[in-house]
């Protein structure tokens, strides 16, 4: 194997490892949305609402950053 194979071997190495961590805190986040994030109906307050709303924002930031929208576009 060649320097150069083995540094791409290496860097496709890296970038599975990172996707199987990024898999499995969407899979966690998935899993918490289902359950409402914990919240009880009955007594939800605007400070949960506030919270969602800022995840919400980041996780749209990084899909903007993928799919090059808003900001990211060329």
């Given at each position: 194997m060649t320097k150069q194979e083995a540094n791409q071997q290496r860097g496709l190495d890296a970038f599975m490892a990172r996707?199987?961590?990024f898999d499995a805190v969407l899979a966690e986040l998935q899993q918490a949305s289902v359950e409402h994030f914990?919240?009880?109906a009955e007594a939800?307050?605007?400070g949960e609402a506030a919270w969602l709303a800022d995840a919400t924002a980041k996780l749209k930031d990084i899909a903007d950053q993928h799919f090059r929208r808003?900001?990211?576009?060329?």
């Amino acid at each position: 194997m060649t320097k150069q194979e083995a540094n791409q071997q290496r860097g496709l190495d890296a970038f599975m490892a990172r996707k199987a961590k990024f898999d499995a805190v969407l899979a966690e986040l998935q899993q918490a949305s289902v359950e409402h994030f914990g919240a009880d109906a009955e007594a939800v307050l605007w400070g949960e609402a506030a919270w969602l709303a800022d995840a919400t924002a980041k996780l749209k930031d990084i899909a903007d950053q993928h799919f090059r929208r808003g900001e990211y576009a060329p």
